[in-house]
């Protein structure tokens, strides 16, 4: 079973940049396709991109722009670089293996996730 390990949340202002990381745990991580989700309090957790195996990524259209997903296979790791962060960001921030389907299935497990939260 695939273990992940959210990091990097924290308190920034409006306009400001984070950079979450998210660690994988078994030696399949350079074959997955991963994504980052965010859950906001009261609302559905969604999807805010994906990268593939081969590094081929995709954005929800309220990050486009704003957020780039990337990944380093040497460290099981996927990085979310945030920029230009808005208070509508502020949420739960996860990351997971996902099937790259219309839309894309989330796999395995959830990790605890990270918070970010985006003061005006």
């Known amino acids: 079973q695939v273990q992940l390990v959210e990091s990097g949340g924290g308190l920034v202002q409006a306009g400001g940049s984070l950079r979450l990381s998210c660690t994988a745990s078994g030696s399949t991580f350079s074959i997955n396709a991963m994504g980052w989700y965010r859950q906001a309090p009261g609302k559905q957790r969604e999807l805010v991109a994906t990268?593939?195996?081969?590094?081929?990524?995709n954005y929800a259209g309220s990050v486009k722009g704003r957020f780039t997903i990337s990944r380093d296979n040497a460290k099981n790791t996927v990085y979310m670089h945030m920029n230009s962060l808005k208070p509508e960001d502020t949420a739960v921030y996860y990351c997971?293996?996902?099937?790259?389907?219309?839309?894309?299935?989330?796999?395995?497990?959830w990790g605890q996730g990270t918070q970010v939260t985006v003061s005006s």
């Open positions: 997971n293996r996902v099937l790259l389907t219309v839309p894309p299935i989330p796999l395995g497990y």
């Open positions: 990268i593939s195996s081969g590094g081929t990524t």
